[in-house]
């Protein structure tokens, strides 16, 4: 079955993004092969251009190498993970803040509210 | 390439004629017994006699048939493999119009010749009496050196032209149905009935032509030839070698008109 | 050099013009959408790519060349209807594309078969609607040919069938070929296409990426196609 795309936007971007987040997430370990790209689209239901493109942007940002013969790796460098995590984090604060303030909300209320959610706890 | 159309065409095509042919020989080989039988039983039984007249009648109907059957088939497969569904496939194989053409005129006649050879053959398992064969083997002979030395015609020379224009006539009788075929479809409506009515304007002009040409022969002075046994002969060549000439001339129009709407006017949907 | 190219093609059945001096490039490695409504000139595109019609105008190249013999051994046709021979097995399918095809790839095609279930004894015949749809989507993406024209490969099947025929289509992908896809059905397609050409009334509308539609414009091109022709139609 293939995967949801937002139909706005170019799907290789969206791409960049999911893999990110799958790096970030541990999905892809440190050091660890990536799936080939004939693979991605193939699960994905997406053109092998796109998925060339999208593994292109990552290797460009650091997060990817290529091992010739072998395939993409996730980078070894803890930092560059962490440094990817965090952009991530950012954007997603971002969008909550954004989020929140069309619902009228400022940024201290939200905070708020955030503290005494109870998701996410054990 | 044409080679292996040919052997696509044999394989589409004997599904239907060698049953046929089976049947066809299985039917004499019945008679055959039912007349043995007949003949070696004492009394005169009117079953028997019924029985054996009923399996004549089918078998000289199973001949009619058999020809008609070749021809029908010839039709339907023309049309079946390449003017359906099946064309989508024919014509988008890396072969050109030439190739596709030729090898169902190929196979058809292959199979009208096997036909005629069968019926025969089958005629002479019904009717055989021991030494028919030699009979028939000094006969044909006797025939042969006849037309060599009273006509001095070349008895083999005729055979072959005999056999030559047999074999375009053949053709010409496919393609008498190929071209109407190909000219009704390139019509977007009525196909069918427009292929019927081209088929018959076909026919209708080859035979004001045939009329023509009888006609316009006809004026020939024949009265020196008579005599003379040599100038005789050369008519009779003569004669043959101008009708293997005019169905080849048919042939090649009816082939170019077929050619040409295939290529030009395909309208498959 | 561009797989597919058409130069001032046109193409008139009588006084209609289905197309209308169409100039395309195509290179090899894109899967390009052959997108517009009914009649607007898709098949006949394909067609005479094929060599079933003759251009009234113009011309149409295949690898450089005019339609032949020649460029049909290295073209991949999936036509619109089903032209499979109705007597034969599907081994004998089989043995017939590898008779006439150098590029066939039996084993491939024989794999696919059987991941379906479809058993190599059974007739054309026999088979179902869907499974002859797809045992022809096998035939033509076995072949390991330079241009792959599928004229509406999905329309008229289930979901499953039309997400297997999709899948089928990324996994063949070659980089030395090009893949046209022929629909109007285009939110289904849109994921797998490299490129989009935009046909209407025998004249090309657009040519672009697919990427670039949706950068540019924000909208799917699904979303711009509505867009495109709904002008047209005023």
């Excluded at chain 1, 930092?79 to 400022?106: C, N, P, T, W």
Aim: glycine letters at 8%; one cysteine or more; charged letters at 20%.
């Amino acid at each position: 079955m293939a995967w949801d795309f937002r139909d706005d936007l170019p799907i290789y971007s969206q791409l960049v993004d999911r893999l990110k987040r799958a790096v970030a997430a541990g999905k892809y370990p440190p050091g660890g092969k990536l799936p080939s790209v004939r693979e991605l689209a193939a699960d994905a239901g997406i053109n092998p251009n796109t998925v060339q493109r999208a593994f292109g942007e990552l290797e460009r940002d650091g997060l990817i190498f290529t091992q010739r013969a072998s395939g993409k790796y996730v980078t070894e460098s803890a930092e560059r993970i962490d440094e990817a995590k965090k952009q991530l984090a950012e954007s997603e604060v971002h969008h909550f803040i954004i989020s929140m303030r069309a619902l009228g909300y400022e940024r201290g209320q939200a905070l708020q509210m955030l503290e005494e959610s109870r998701e996410g706890e054990s | 390439m044409l080679g292996k159309l040919m052997k696509h065409e044999f394989r589409a095509t004997a599904r239907l004629m060698l049953p046929l042919y089976i049947v066809i020989a299985a039917l004499a080989v019945f008679t055959r017994v039912s007349g043995w039988v007949l003949e070696s039983s004492k009394q005169n039984s009117g079953l028997l006699s019924v029985v054996n007249g009923l399996l004549l009648f089918l078998f000289v109907v199973s001949l009619i048939a058999s020809v008609i059957f070749a021809v029908v088939l010839m039709v339907v497969r023309f049309y079946k493999n390449l003017m359906t569904d099946q064309g989508y496939l024919m014509f988008t194989l890396p072969t050109d119009i030439h190739g596709l053409l030729w090898s169902k005129l190929f196979v058809s006649v292959i199979w009208f010749l096997g036909t005629i050879l069968v019926d025969l053959l089958a005629c002479f398992i019904v009717v055989y009496q021991s030494g028919m064969a030699l009979d028939i083997y000094n006969g044909l002979r006797d025939l042969f050196s006849q037309l060599t030395s009273y006509y001095a015609l070349n008895g083999a020379a005729f055979l072959l032209e005999l056999l030559l224009f047999v074999v375009l006539s053949m053709l010409v009788g496919c393609l008498c149905f190929y071209a109407p075929i190909s000219i009704g479809n390139s019509f977007s409506n009525h196909k069918g009935l427009l292929s019927v009515v081209f088929f018959f304007a076909i026919q209708f002009v080859g035979k004001i032509l045939n009329i023509a040409g009888f006609f316009s022969l006809s004026d020939v002075n024949l009265n020196g030839f008579y005599n003379d046994a040599s100038k005789m002969a050369s008519l009779v060549h003569g004669a043959a070698w101008s009708l293997i000439v005019y169905q080849a001339a048919i042939g090649a129009i009816l082939y170019f008109l077929t050619w040409l709407m295939l290529r030009r006017h395909l309208n498959l949907q | 050099m561009p797989i597919l190219e058409c130069r001032g093609l046109t193409k008139n059945y009588g006084p209609v013009c289905a197309l209308d001096h169409i100039d395309l490039s195509i290179e090899p490695g894109r899967i390009v959408g052959l997108l517009g409504p009914n009649g607007s000139g898709k098949t006949t595109l394909i067609k005479l790519a094929n060599g079933l019609l003759q251009p009234t105008q113009g011309e149409i190249l295949i690898g450089g060349e005019a339609p032949a013999p020649k460029t049909r051994a290295i073209v991949s046709y999936l036509p619109e209807r089903i032209a499979l021979i109705d007597w034969m097995t599907a081994r004998q399918q089989l043995d017939f594309f590898q008779d006439f095809y150098a590029d066939f790839q039996r084993e491939a095609a024989e794999h696919m078969l059987a991941q379906l279930g479809i058993p190599l004894t059974q007739t054309v015949k026999q088979m179902s609607k869907g499974t002859r749809e797809k045992m022809q989507l096998i035939l033509v993406m076995s072949r390991k040919s330079q241009l792959y024209l599928l004229d509406e490969p999905i329309g008229g099947v289930d979901p499953a069938t039309r997400d297997y025929i999709l899948h089928t289509i990324i996994s063949n992908y070659n980089p030395e070929a090009a893949v046209v896809i022929s629909t109007h059905l285009i939110a289904d397609v849109e994921n797998i296409l490299d490129d989009v050409i935009f046909l209407n009334r025998g004249k090309i509308a657009l040519h672009s990426s697919v990427d670039e539609i949706r950068e540019t414009r924000g909208m799917s091109v699904d979303a711009l196609f509505r867009e495109v022709f709904k002008c047209w139609e005023n």
